[in-house]
């Protein structure tokens, strides 16, 4: 059986785009044994490597569709892709669109695998999270958590 993971995305130094690090940071001790938690800055190589390994993936990152702040949005990308448009101000270069259809393409992408979105306010360097996004990110937690049955 490969890994079971829950992967927050995101610089921490970057305003919301830290959200997926907080919600990972969040559930770290509320999952069963055999999930582990990972929080990776969005580089791809990285991506690629915990998708090869898993069995099962929840992945949560900022997302900027021009929803309002802390809309949450919920992709199970096991069956359709991930809409690139609301990742495409992505500070994570690829992002993480990209590093889910390489994973396609390399018949390497687990099932399932669900990507949560939180619409972020801001993106600039030193802000702390906006109250909407923090807000957003224990729903999150919440239904990751009700997801896996916790």
Known sequence: M???YIIGVGNPDRGDDGIGRVVAERL???VADGIEIKVLNGEVAALLDCLERADSA???DAVSSGAEAGTVHRFDVSAIPLPSL???ASTHGLGLAEAIELARAMECLPVPCV???VEAASF???RPLSSAVRTAGKQVSDRILAELGE
């Open 2 to 4: 490969g890994a079971r």
């Open 28 to 30: 770290r001790g509320q």
């Open 115 to 117: 990507v949560y979105g």
């Open 124 to 126: 600039d360097d030193g």
């Open 86 to 88: 609301s990742f495409a």
């Open 58 to 60: 929840y992945l949560i």
